[in-house]
């Protein structure tokens, strides 16, 4: 299993970014994919997770109405669009897959926000 997320950047507050995350080495389609975040100082937290079928999805409060995820299960893609940054949002950004029972982790890319 393999996770690699890219997009990460500077950007200014109320700025957008939109990161990847490109699986391999399962069955993308099949599995629930997460996105958390660790800002410095912090536990890694949930942000956002998407089913594997129906494309439901869920939120992390602080992010519902800014942050929309996706995947396109053709190129084991997953998504996260986040728009109207602020500082807070400031963290190492992580996909997650949970497969046969383990969780695996990208290594991260960097979000910053600030001016």
């Known amino acids: 299993v393999q996770l690699v997320e890219s997009g990460g950047a500077l950007v200014q507050p109320g700025g957008s970014l939109r990161l990847s995350c490109a699986a391999s080495?399962?069955?993308?389609?099949?599995?629930?994919m997460s996105w958390y975040r660790q800002a410095p100082g912090k536990e890694r937290e949930v942000v956002a997770v998407i089913s594997s079928r129906d494309g439901s999805t869920d939120y992390a409060a602080s992010v519902k109405g800014r942050f929309t995820i996706s995947r396109d299960n053709a190129k084991n893609m997953m998504y996260l669009q986040m728009n109207t940054l602020a500082p807070e949002d400031t963290a190492v950004y992580y996909c997650?897959?949970?497969?046969?029972?383990?969780?695996?982790w990208g290594q991260g890319t960097q979000v910053t926000v600030s001016s």
């Open positions: 997650k897959v949970r497969f046969g029972g383990y969780d695996y």
């Open positions: 080495g399962f069955t993308f389609s099949r599995y629930a």
